[in-house]
């Protein structure tokens, strides 16, 4: 039986480790559903990296499908390729939902991380990284690398990450799938580092995601402190630059063990802001 955690659950793994990354890659094998393997899908914007598409039992041409987009793809379907024997379980998760009709039906497109340093730099929230001070800059990185960073102000490359999502990665699905193309049908998902850049995608293309879930989000950005300048960029960034509610939906959770133990006062804050948006539980 292969073991795993569950498609929502509350993913307390450090972050860092999450973005182990092997350069040859077994093939996932699902237990459900069917999923295509593109070793490696080239980009203009970031280096190419394998992307695995997930479809149900009952995939067929004549039916359109929903498609949600998530990160971290390597920890998605198969706990016998991951580094630490678990995964998401997407392929028994999805699949029983739709056999109940317990949703509207859908694909998952699984997208690779570019392996440790790269799955940070391509999932933190560019413009509120970019408010930091030269010096918050450097702080901020300091236990994340040994060596000196020639420019901190061009290192992040999230903006780069989500053009290569909107402009190449979702026009590639939509063409090749039989697929919903509205924001509406279009969902983005991913849990730490992967949670921060899902509600960063929502916040910078509102017109091509419809919804993010954002699971055990690293409002830390990267340490684990609390007292952390990119926090507060992160809660400004929310309150001015988030969309406002009426056709998006945003989905939030954290633990309260081992690196979610630091998550619960930074959601109350999260929270505290989307209501004050406007945002409640129906959305």
Request: aromatic letters at 12%; hydrophobic letters at 35%.
């Amino acid at each position: 039986m292969r073991r795993g955690l569950p498609f929502f659950a509350l993913v307390t793994m450090l972050f860092s480790l999450l973005s182990h990354a092997d350069i040859d890659r077994p093939l996932n094998q699902v237990s459900s559903g069917q999923l295509d393997t593109i070793g490696s899908f080239e980009s203009a914007f970031i280096p190419s990296r394998r992307i695995q598409v997930w479809r149900p039992d009952n995939y067929n041409s004549e039916t359109k499908y929903s498609v949600i987009y998530m990160h971290d793809g390597q920890m998605l379907f198969d706990a016998t390729t991951t580094w630490n024997n678990q995964e998401w379980r997407v392929d028994e998760v999805a699949g029983k939902l739709q056999a109940e009709q317990q949703t509207r039906p859908f694909i998952v497109v699984g997208i690779d991380n570019g392996g440790d340093q790269r799955r940070y730099l391509e999932y933190l929230p560019q413009k509120p990284y970019m408010r930091l001070s030269a010096e918050q800059k450097v702080k901020l990185f300091t236990p994340l690398t040994n060596e000196p960073i020639a420019d901190y102000s061009t290192i992040i490359e999230s903006d780069k990450y989500l053009r290569f999502i909107v402009e190449e990665l979702k026009p590639y699905i939509d063409t090749h799938y039989s697929v919903h193309t509205d924001k509406h049908n279009t969902f983005i998902m991913g849990s730490s580092m992967g949670g921060l850049i899902s509600m960063y995608a929502l916040a910078e293309y509102p017109n091509v995601f419809g919804a993010a879930a954002c699971v055990s989000t690293h409002w830390v950005g990267g340490s684990t402190s609390q007292e952390n300048p990119i926090t507060a960029e992160f809660m400004h960034y929310l309150k001015n630059d988030f969309p406002a509610p009426g056709e998006h939906r945003i989905y939030f959770d954290y633990g309260d063990q081992t690196l979610d133990a630091i998550y619960p006062p930074l959601q109350a804050q999260v929270d505290k802001i989307m209501t004050a948006r406007g945002y409640e539980q129906t959305n």
